[in-house]
């Protein structure tokens, strides 16, 4: 069985305790390798290595690092291909879309942030005649970068490509659910010659090595992206001590379509918005209100193209939604499936597993469901599911669709369908939640600020707001 390895120190080093944990194959439901079940001897190993090379990396030039970092992002794309197949086998999802999306924007983020530091620029001010104000943005030093399971090398190069083009040195620890691809950049950075100890990157699961992590007096600050409940666990750590720290959390995000949409856009982008990654996406959209006017049509041309998906093998590129990551969280979306029905909502299309036959018959499968009949205070429409399950409901004025929108703990994402420029700049205006797609859905800018509000998180991710948080001001007042 093949055994994944820490990469520390430019070196790729078994966990200090020998003791492994099984990594599955989600789509056959079986192990097919082993984590290192990393803990604090490991994690001081790992933020040791990254002390050592900060003075030396964080002098770098903005080029020099930026030169290192571009070959990471040349490298992926090179062994694109491998990489997604990779990404599919642990995650789940299918091949075509790791192709087409989670490698390329690996690829794309550590280009982004090698090219992006280049034009970080500082401020003066010129206060009086003799005197001048200008500000150091100064690398920080040990960054400790932990991520989940649902876009897995996508969401972990996010944190650590503007982590060290500010010129900080990173230990990162990857979710013990999806590993292998944060293994794969390991052996990365080992073949394009990555300075050693610069990037660390450590395997296990949250409570043994996540919270070593976090716990470790030398790092300097932390960027999480997980669960909300995780985050506040984090949050009480960190917060006595003052570092500072980045948390993408959790969300239950609402798709809004008015009347005035146009309808074929907003049916086409909603089946992606639900149910793509099987549903397993930050920024999915789980709950649908749609105004009463095109309620009826809007639902059953909804429940008629989400019956068709194909539920299937990830590597048959026919099918639209691949397996549920893993089986805990598969059976946490049928639970809830099970909840939607006590309390009261109608199971419009799905609501069941999917058995699939030959080397998937022990997969993790769910058909994508819609759901009916629930009002926005049942717990099937507070809490996140984080699986291909929606809701819809009707609403009449844009008034209530703020309140509905408004109406959960959450403040991530919203997604907004109408033509009319007023009705989509109230909603914008009224909405409490970090990012608003108006008539689109996860068209990405890197340079856009990223991130939630409310329980949703703490911090903007994405360009500038990367860097600054990546970099320490330091401001400087000359008299002369
Ligand atoms: P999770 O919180 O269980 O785990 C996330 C990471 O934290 C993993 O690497 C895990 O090992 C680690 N971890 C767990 N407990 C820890 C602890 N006590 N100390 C330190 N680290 C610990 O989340 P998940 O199930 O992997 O991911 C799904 C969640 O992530 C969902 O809530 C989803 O909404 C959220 N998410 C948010 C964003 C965003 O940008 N806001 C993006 C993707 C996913």
Redesign the pocket.
């Known amino acids: 069985m093949f055994k994944l390895s820490n990469y520390i120190d430019g070196a790729l080093v078994p966990p200090a305790s020998g003791q492994y944990i099984d990594n599955y194959n989600p789509a056959k439901g079986e192990v097919y390798s082993l984590i290192p079940d990393s803990g604090e001897e490991d994690m001081d190993n790992a933020v040791k290595a990254a002390r050592r090379a900060f003075p030396g990396w964080s002098t770098l030039t903005a080029d020099q690092r930026s030169e290192w970092i571009m070959k990471l992002s040349n490298r992926i794309n090179e062994k694109l291909a491998e990489l997604a197949e990779a990404e599919s086998k642990d995650n789940g999802k299918p091949v075509w879309l790791a192709t087409q999306v989670d490698i390329p924007r690996a690829r794309d983020n550590f280009a982004f942030f090698a090219t992006g530091i280049k034009h970080f620029a500082s401020e003066s001010h010129q206060t009086a005649p003799k005197v001048i104000n200008y500000t150091l943005k100064q690398p920080i030093g040990v960054a400790a970068c ?6 897995p090398l996508y ?1 972990f190069t996010w944190k650590i490509a503007p982590a060290l083009a500010a010129g900080n040195t990173v230990v990162a ?5 999806t590993p292998m691809t944060a293994h794969l950049l390991s052996e990365i950075c080992i073949e394009v010659g990555f300075p050693a100890g610069v990037l660390n990157i450590v395997h ?4 043994n ?3 070593a ?2 716990n470790h007096d030398d790092i300097d600050l932390l960027s ?8 506040a ?2 949050a009480s ?1 960190l917060a006595p001590k003052f570092k500072k720290m980045s ?5 239950k995000n609402p798709n809004i379509i008015f009347d005035d949409c146009d309808f074929e856009k907003a049916l086409k982008t909603t089946l992606n918005s639900s149910f793509a990654n099987q549903g ?4 999915c959209g789980s709950r649908i209100y749609i105004q009463r006017g095109i309620y009826e049509k809007f639902r059953d041309a909804f429940v008629e193209a989400t019956s068709k998906f194909k539920v299937g093998d990830p590597k048959d590129p026919d099918s639209r939604m691949g397996a549920i990551v893993s089986k805990p ?1 598969y059976e946490k979306v049928l639970s809830y499936i099970n909840l939607a029905k006590e309390e009261g909502g109608t199971i419009l299309t799905g609501g069941e597993a999917v058995h699939l036959d030959g080397e998937n018959k022990n997969g993790w499968f769910i058909r994508p469901t819609i759901i009916e009949g629930l009002d926005e205070q049942c717990r099937t429409n507070q809490e ?1 599911i ?1 699986g291909p399950v929606v809701t819809i409901q009707p609403f009449d004025t844009k008034e209530e669709a703020v309140a509905l929108a408004n109406c959960t703990c959450y403040g ?1 994402a919203a997604t907004i369908w109408t033509e009319n420029l007023s009705t989509s700049q109230f909603m914008a205006q009224n909405v409490k939640s970090g990012i608003i797609w108006i008539n689109c859905w996860l068209l990405r800018d890197l340079r856009t600020p ?3 509000m409310k329980n ?2 703490v911090g903007r ?1 994405g360009g500038w707001e990367a860097l600054r948080f990546f970099t320490e001001p330091k401001n400087v007042c000359i008299k002369y």
């Open positions: 932990i991520s989940p399971w649902n876009l969401l620890k990857p979710s013990e659910i296990g699961n949250g409570p090595a996540g919270n992590l976090v999480f992206t997980g669960g909300t409940a995780t985050g666990k984090i750590v948390l993408e959390l959790g969300g397993q996406i930050c920024l969280h996140e984080f991530l990223f991130g939630g949703s998180g991710e």
